[in-house]
């Protein structure tokens, strides 16, 4: 791990609060001088925002979608090696990405840190330091429920540290993380605002707090208690499925009603863009699943999502689809962390683990089918789930999670599904994955730890790794 002692503002940075999408390069700053103002916090907030410019190509794709049922990579070809490796479940401890994935959290991560431990001694407006170190507290949380859920037990990290001093952190235990995360997202909802103003679309709320909770204690089936938080989303936060599938990720309507979380990029500015993603000279060699893909109904409109448009001499996935700007060359579409349909189809996976009856009335907003439904017809109108689908609530559980492997591909939720499910092993065992036959033993649920971070502390005794690799 690579540990800071100063803030990297990388190449963001807000010359106020009313300023969020404004970004310049910054040179590295000393804590000693550097954390005194309000302008000084709001600029270290959001570095916070600029770690996770990387996210989804450090993380999302290679980590979480190259793992699960939606890509399917049928050959090993040079500079894919390692992106095969994790397709076909035969990574090791020398993995490049997963390697890039652990520093890029944990970079973000201390971030975060020099924030929340600094910020209660600053002494401008209240509000405003309420505010930025929820922000703070809320994507430190992001970035250790993705690193629980990827490795394991992780070294718990949260105050600035040395160099010297994080080669004697040992690895805490998973519960150990998730309470961290718990603790940063209940105190996240009371110290953020709900609205902000136009100038600073993209900056976290209390209700993208309350949902990223909700995930943490659904991932945990802790659906009795994740239920109630996902209601007041409902009820109170005013989000609304838009009617097509394909305006939610439209570059042209960004943060628009179902979207709850994303990370922001620009790419009028240099520095504020980002490399295609999954964009292809051929269509053909796509690593989409291509059974799954055919596995869509013929009038459900999410099958168009993951099929490619040609702009200038590339192909461009749908979903992901935006032209380059002719100054940096790059593409500004935000990625979507938490949206609307996450919460509705969570909501419904709650109402079926936590409610005595089978649910079967399509009207009945207390029952799992309703909110399921929902999200489904807004799709695929002509083709509701039926009762007459299922006789258990297993066999609703497992229309559920299907649904959401429709409603999220590409989107950093499949592989989670399956693990958090048990039932990962499962869905890598048919075709496509059975020539060469993929199996997933219950070791390779998680990744191994970064051998360069083994043997960095080099005391098996605090880091071992993880079992079998």
Known sequence: MKKHIYISLLLISMTSCNDFLTLYPEAQASTGVFYKTQSDFN????????????????????????????????????????????????????????????????NGIFNCNEVISRIGGATFDATLKSQFEGEARFIRAFYYFNLVQLFGDVPLVDEPITAEESLKIPRASVASVYQLIEDDLTKAIALLPETYATSDLGRVRASAAKTLLAKVYVTQSKFSTAQPLLNDIITTAGYQLLPSISDVFSATKEMNNEVIFAIRYSKSLVGGGHSAWFSLSDPTTSAINQTFLSSYGTTDARANLLKYTKSGSAYYINKYFDTPNATTQTLGNDFIVLRYADVLLMYAECLNETS??????????????????????????????????????????????????????????????????????????????????????????????????????????????????
């Open 356 to 469: 005595g009856t089978l649910s079967a009335d399509p009207t009945d907003t207390n029952g799992a089918l309703y909110w399921l439904n929902l999200v489904r017809k807004r799709s695929s109108p002509t083709t509701p789930i039926l009762a007459t689908q299922y006789a258990t609530k297993d066999d609703l559980r497992s229309i559920i999670i299907r649904e959401r492997k429709f409603e999220f591909p590409l989107e950093g939720n499949r592989w989670f599904d399956l693990v958090r499910t048990k039932t990962a092993n499962e869905a890598m065992s048919v075709a496509p994955y059975t020539s060469p036959a993929i199996t997933v033993p219950d070791y390779r649920l998680i990744y191994p730890i970064p051998n360069a971070e083994v043997e960095k502390i080099g005391d098996t005794s605090i880091f071992p790794q993880n079992p079998n690799y």
């Open 43 to 106: 600029a270290a907030v959001v570095a916070c925002y600029a770690s996770l410019r990387s996210f989804p190509t450090t993380n999302v794709f290679p980590l979480v979608e190259y793992h699960s049922d939606n890509i399917n990579v049928v050959s090993y070809t040079t500079g894919a090696q390692d992106q095969y490796q994790i397709s076909k479940f035969i990574d090791n401890s020398s993995n490049s990405l997963t390697a890039a994935g652990w520093s890029d959290m944990y």
